[in-house]
């Protein structure tokens, strides 16, 4: 940047003739003093790549944006001084998406965004996955209360026979797999609406509804592959009473059905995962538009929980049909011929098993991990823009401090 101005030695940089500590040696509150000359292209940086992010800031001018300049030269004591620690108390958010990438930011925000509504819902999940698979699978006490008395029996079934820790079996391999799959499934959401929206969804945000849906289909197609076998691994342990560890499941897996068992039900998951992302994607974006006013956590929460109540009702036998696939006594040839079976031995109710658990479930769970989302994601863009704005006040107040001494 300085050209034949700066070079660097082990113990610091020199700029205009003047050495400056170097930044290994420099504390959070340690200052840099601003030696270049007022508006030069020291205060901005273009290649934002670093190895951690106070060995950044400490070693590059961007931290120049947090400071007030004053009218000052190289040789001035009145020097504007820049601290890390100012610009880590004034753009957090904007600091650690510029170090890490936009891109891993909003990773990290989907996987806290989904582990976080994972687990506050872990339960209702176990019992609603209970439930489910009650009439063909009845090795836990759970299950055969769940077959012979229903929701309330089964509930309190989990907690007599396993104690209180009984109601999160299950939940390691689904945080583990959450973070992957929410990520996967809420950035590639965006990056298939992207895809077919091209320019005009850049410019404009909108879509047309049958773009949304297959958005949200492959969205969820996408998540689906990266992470099932953690899938039926969860599934394994929560009706498994003899099965209590991920290692012990994977060992029983391999041992007795081969590693094609991970991915047992696959097909059957896609096809009911698919339409219930598309549904649930597509209306939360309509919903959210519609709601009048600014929009708010309140409002993208509203927008969720209606979005998630009218996709689960739509697509939940789907949802049953695909865990009876996933058990390990599965015979089923297919998802027609599984869902025959079902209607069969149970009639219409059994396609609905554990319904109430799911919908209580899914309100805080998806509300929890979109609104999360949405809001980092927002949070993101706004400290962005905020951040851009501080080096254009900057730039105009070094420009100012310039013309002033000039005169």
């Known amino acids: 940047m300085f050209g034949r101005q700066r070079r660097e030695t082990s113990g610091g940089m020199i700029v205009r003739g003047r050495r400056l500590a170097s930044p290994r040696g420099m504390g959070e509150g340690a200052t840099l003093r601003a030696t270049a000359k007022p508006g030069s292209s020291v205060a901005f940086l273009h290649n934002p790549k670093f190895a951690s992010l106070t060995g950044a800031m400490m070693a590059n001018p961007i931290a120049c944006v947090a400071a007030k300049p004053a009218a000052a030269t190289a040789d001035s004591d009145d020097a504007p001084k820049l601290t890390v620690a100012r610009l880590m108390q004034r753009r957090p958010v904007a600091v650690i998406a510029h170090v890490m990438g936009t891109g891993f930011a909003l990773f990290l925000a989907g996987g806290t965004a989904g582990a976080l509504a994972k687990t506050c819902t872990a339960p209702l999940d176990r019992l609603k996955i209970i439930m489910q698979i009650s009439s063909a699978n009845q090795q836990t006490a759970a299950a055969k209360a769940a077959?012979?008395?229903?929701?309330?029996?089964?509930?309190?079934?989990?907690?007599?026979?396993?104690?209180?820790?009984?109601?999160?079996?299950?939940?390691?391999?689904?945080?583990?797999?959450?973070?992957?799959?929410?990520t996967a499934m809420l950035n590639s959401y965006e990056f298939y609406k992207q895809q077919f929206g091209g320019d005009q969804y850049r410019e404009t945000g909108k879509l047309p509804v049958p773009t949304r849906l297959m958005s949200g289909a492959?969205?969820?197609?996408?998540?689906?592959?990266?992470?099932?076998?953690?899938?039926?691994?969860?599934?394994?342990?929560?009706?498994?009473?003899?099965?209590?560890?991920?290692?012990?499941?994977?060992?029983?897996?391999?041992?007795?059905?081969?590693?094609?068992?991970?991915?047992?039900?696959?097909?059957?998951?896609?096809?009911?995962?698919?339409?219930?992302?598309?549904?649930?994607?597509?209306?939360?974006?309509?919903?959210?538009?519609?709601?009048?006013?600014?929009?708010?956590?309140?409002?993208?929460?509203?927008?969720?929980?209606?979005?998630?109540?009218?996709?689960?009702?739509?697509?939940?036998?789907?949802?049953?049909?695909?865990?009876?696939?996933?058990?390990?006594?599965?015979?089923?040839?297919?998802?027609?011929?599984?869902?025959?079976?079902?209607?069969?031995?149970?009639?219409?109710?059994?396609?609905?098993?554990?319904?109430?658990?799911?919908?209580?479930?899914?309100?805080?769970?998806?509300?929890?991990?979109?609104?999360?989302?949405?809001?980092?994601?927002?949070?993101?863009?706004?400290?962005e823009k905020a951040l851009a704005e501080e080096k254009a006040i900057w730039a105009a107040e070094c420009k100012a401090s310039k013309g002033k001494k000039r005169r």
Request: aromatic share 8%; hydrophobic share 45%.
């Open 147 to 182: 077959a012979s008395g229903g929701l309330i029996p089964a509930f309190i079934a989990i907690g007599k026979s396993e104690g209180i820790k009984g109601y999160w079996k299950g939940n390691v391999p689904q945080v583990i797999r959450i973070l992957p799959y929410s």
């Open 218 to 383: 492959l969205a969820a197609c996408t998540a689906t592959l990266v992470t099932y076998p953690l899938d039926i691994i969860r599934l394994r342990l929560s009706v498994d009473p003899n099965m209590t560890t991920m290692t012990q499941v994977c060992k029983a897996i391999v041992k007795e059905e081969g590693a094609k068992a991970f991915f047992k039900g696959l097909p059957a998951t896609c096809l009911s995962i698919s339409p219930y992302s598309a549904l649930n994607f597509c209306m939360f974006d309509l919903i959210k538009k519609a709601i009048p006013g600014e929009e708010t956590a309140q409002t993208v929460a509203t927008a969720s929980f209606i979005a998630t109540m009218l996709a689960s009702g739509t697509c939940y036998p789907l949802d049953t049909i695909r865990r009876q696939m996933q058990l390990k006594s599965s015979s089923y040839a297919s998802v027609f011929d599984a869902g025959k079976a079902i209607l069969a031995r149970d009639g219409i109710g059994g396609m609905f098993r554990g319904f109430v658990p799911n919908v209580i479930k899914n309100a805080p769970n998806k509300s929890v991990q979109l609104t999360t989302f949405d809001v980092f994601k927002r949070k993101i863009k706004e400290s």
